[in-house]
């Protein structure tokens, strides 16, 4: 089992890129677009909703740490031409703001 978990981890490792917001809009509209805060790890994230775990995620929800991506923000990032990290766990793609450099 602790093998199965960290080809998963390694999986969705491999599958976390960064993506313009703007190439999101249609799952974003759809609906399919999940925010995850940028203090959390985007992998243990997906990790937790691919293998349903409730009490890791419930917690989160209730923060608002992951939840749909708001209209505010998918405008604001258009509009800024923002890149985001996402990875899919379908039906979804979470998305996770990128760190902007600080000169």
């Known amino acids: 089992m602790a093998l199965e978990q960290d080809e998963l981890t390694l999986r969705l490792n491999a599958e976390t890129a960064t993506i313009a917001w703007s190439e999101l809009q249609r799952q974003f509209a759809q609906g399919r677009t999940l925010y995850v805060a940028p203090e959390l790890d985007l992998v243990a994230v997906a990790k ?3 293998e349903d775990h409730s009490a ?16 505010d923000e998918a405008q604001t990032w258009l509009a ?23 000169d």
């Open 80 to 102: 800024e031409d923002k890149a985001v990290w996402a990875v899919v766990v379908p039906p979804y793609v979470l998305v996770q703001p990128t760190q902007e450099a600080t």
């Open 56 to 71: 890791y995620m419930e917690p989160l929800v209730a923060k608002e740490s992951v939840r749909a991506v708001l209209d």
């Open 48 to 50: 937790a909703i691919i």
